[in-house]
């Protein structure tokens, strides 16, 4: 058993060729603390995905670990990196939610941590450049719940605190739109200015 206070999680389904990307992206983090890194094939059906997820296994078994599970779609393969999480590392802090078409910047998830300690926030999600695009999507600025209202303002690509799935947070499996989250105990999610 590791010592993992930060899970990164990448659920994947029919981007087995994208998905080496990510895990190479996962891997090359320039982190202080322990990390894991959680791949959920959420039953793809190219072969594939099973393939790279047993190789990465292989190659990293202290850090990399592999989970199939049936079809459930995005939220239910995130939902089940979480709960793996949430067992399999007892000091767990953070969790980092990576898209399998999705890749970090070294840096990324140590800067995203740093700043977490230093402003206390629960839940940090980055700027994005998308490949392809020339424009960027910044999120630099002061929260606006009224901007939120009318657009979603939040990369599911998210660290977050522990403590927030902890309590009973998980995506919902139950709506089309993938990045939402609700609480099993009530269904709310306060926002904090």
Request: charged letters at 25%; hydrophobic letters at 40%.
């Amino acid at each position: 058993m590791t010592m993992a206070k930060l899970a990164i999680i990448i659920p994947t389904y029919k981007h087995n060729v994208f998905v080496v990307e990510a895990i190479e992206s996962a891997l090359a983090q320039d982190l202080l603390l322990d990390y894991a890194i959680i791949m959920v094939n959420d039953g793809c059906p190219f072969p594939e995905t099973q393939s790279v997820g047993r190789a990465f296994r292989a190659k990293f078994p202290e850090i990399f670990h592999y989970l199939e599970k049936p079809n459930g779609g995005l939220s239910s393969a995130r939902n089940a990196g979480i709960d793996y999480a949430l067992r399999e590392f007892p000091n767990l802090e953070l969790i980092y939610f990576l898209d399998a078409d999705n890749r970090l910047r070294p840096t990324s998830l140590s800067n995203a941590e740093q700043l977490m300690r230093k402003t206390g926030a629960d839940w940090i999600y980055p700027s994005i450049n998308m490949i392809g695009l020339e424009q960027g999507f910044s999120y630099y600025g002061k929260y606006s719940k009224l901007i939120h209202r009318e657009q979603n303002l939040c990369e599911a690509g998210s660290l977050i605190k522990a403590d927030i799935v902890r309590c009973g947070l998980r995506f919902d499996e139950n709506i089309s739109e993938e990045n939402n989250l609700t609480s099993k105990y009530d269904g709310k999610v306060e926002i904090e200015d």
